[in-house]
């Protein structure tokens, strides 16, 4: 079946670090992949997507390229900010079937001023 | 503000009571769906609704037992719960078409954060 594997965290940083995040993905076809951020006590949000291998997502500073021939979807940021803590998860659909959203076990990251 | 509301936010209940948690949503959206989130666990899809017919029942207990009125409205009855399903549970909805929910966009609320005692 469809899985996300996510690396270990919590990872812990300095402001204006660089991030990246690794993710891979087990799924057949053409899946289209996510990242979703948990900002604490609140609900998940969608932070960035692609559809199709070769796409980058980016928003808010953050970018995501879909690696197809290493089933990637790994997460950077240039210059991280305080504000940036929270949980983040990767996420797979198969296409066309968005109600089987996969997440990944999620991994915290913590910014420090 | 996601456009999906969820109450309440927390809720402690004991294992026999019953109570149930409520989802709107103000995004014109026909799929609605809830999920479970555990410490240390990946968030697990529960129930899907599609056009108010529920598709997709992950093999929850039948102590979870989901509503959906119409488009926009979505419970989830609880009914003698175990100390394990202490958990966030977070109530999402996307566009979804005639037939089953399409390749869009799943939009989350902010969680009803559950404690049973």
């Known amino acids: 079946g469809d899985s996300v594997t996510q690396m270990e965290g919590p990872v812990t940083l300095s402001e204006e670090a660089f991030l990246t995040i690794n993710c891979t993905y087990t799924a057949t076809g053409y899946p289209s992949l996510f990242w979703y951020v948990q900002y604490p006590g609140e609900g998940l949000q969608l932070l960035l997507k692609?559809?199709?291998?070769?796409d980058k997502g980016s928003n808010k500073g953050f970018e995501a390229t879909y690696r197809k021939e290493t089933t990637s979807f790994h997460l950077e940021k240039g210059s991280v900010q305080v504000s940036d803590s929270a949980v983040y998860f990767c996420a797979l659909s198969p296409t066309g079937a968005n109600s089987k959203l996969t997440f990944g076990k999620g991994i915290t990251l913590s910014v420090r001023p | 503000e996601t456009g999906v509301t969820q109450t309440p936010r927390h809720l402690v209940m004991g294992m026999t009571n019953k109570k149930s948690l409520k989802c709107e949503q103000h995004l014109g959206h026909n799929a609605m769906y809830w999920y479970k989130q555990s410490a240390k666990k990946p968030l697990e899809l529960m129930f899907v609704y599609n056009f108010k017919e529920q598709t997709e029942n992950n093999s929850v207990p039948s102590r979870f037992s989901p509503e959906c009125p119409n488009s926009s409205h979505l419970f989830l009855h609880l009914h003698t719960l175990q100390p394990e399903d202490s958990a966030l549970y977070l109530c999402?909805?996307?566009?979804?078409?005639?037939?089953?929910?399409?390749?869009?966009?799943?939009?989350f609320g902010e969680g009803s954060w559950l404690t049973v005692v």
């Open positions: 999402a909805s996307s566009q979804g078409r005639s037939g089953r929910p399409s390749g869009n966009t799943i939009y």
């Open positions: 692609a559809t199709k291998a070769d």
